[in-house]
């Protein structure tokens, strides 16, 4: 079985730019995490799908960050500007969902972008 | 809201040694925690998950074990390898929701 996908792996860019990422979860897991992990530091909350709605996005700078999951499957995060402190990990993650489900989480490889 | 803690931030440990890495959380009302290895530059490996009616889980030479009432979770390595040196995180989600709160980590370094 196909793990949590993740693309690019690696993204450079200017400041001011703007970027994306695209994640494909497990198939069947109808929960969806966007996490930030700085350096040295544990992955934070971005964004959090429940199928195709988006049931926490209180961690989400709403100024520059959006990210959609059309049809409830994969799912794309954009920045738009990017600014030098987005420089990080971006990972995506996946369980099953619903309440009272085992909801082990699974993740993907990140997409590490760094911002000159 | 939930605040994990992870102590020793690092460990060095020569091989064969066993080993106890611990997570400490402060809302005690939580669905279950589960503990990653992070290899360097790579995403979060999944190792034990446990639910809170659970007191331990097992998998080869790990075993994680669950206080609830005293906010902990241990993190326990047989018999430790070179290949065992990573980054370990433990993530804790609440009883609400299915946002799952992070450590920052204890990495890992298992001499030969």
């Known amino acids: 079985e196909a793990g949590v996908v993740q693309s690019p792996r690696y993204k450079i860019i200017e400041k001011k730019q703007p970027v994306a990422f695209w994640c494909n979860p497990i198939?069947?897991?109808?929960?969806l995490y966007w996490y930030l992990q700085n350096l040295g530091q544990g992955p934070e909350l971005l964004i959090r799908?429940?199928?195709?709605?988006?049931?926490?996005d209180s961690q989400l700078p709403k100024d520059r960050f959006s990210a959609e999951r059309l049809k409830g499957v994969d799912s794309t995060l954009k920045i738009q500007p990017a600014e030098l402190g987005d420089s990080a990990v971006y990972l995506c993650a996946s369980s099953l969902g619903g309440a009272g489900s085992y909801n082990e989480q699974f993740f993907g490889p990140g997409t590490r972008l760094t911002v000159l | 809201k939930q605040e994990v803690t992870q102590i020793p931030a690092a460990l060095s440990v020569p091989e064969g040694e066993n080993l106890v890495l611990n997570c400490s959380f402060t809302?005690?009302?939580?669905?279950?925690l589960q503990w990653f290895r992070q290899d360097p530059g790579k995403g979060l490996t999944s190792l034990l998950l446990?639910?809170?009616?659970?007191r331990e889980q097992t998998s080869g030479r790990l075993n994680a074990s669950l206080d609830k009432s005293s906010g902990r979770s241990t993190l326990y390595i047989a018999a430790s390898q070179p290949g065992d040196s990573a980054t370990y995180l433990c993530a804790v989600r609440l009883g609400t929701g299915n946002q799952f709160y992070f450590g920052t980590g204890t990495s890992l370094t298992v001499i030969p």
């Open positions: 799908y429940e199928n195709e709605e988006a049931v926490d």
């Open positions: 446990i639910q809170s009616s659970q």
């Open positions: 809302d005690s009302a939580i669905y279950n």
């Open positions: 198939s069947g897991h109808n929960t």
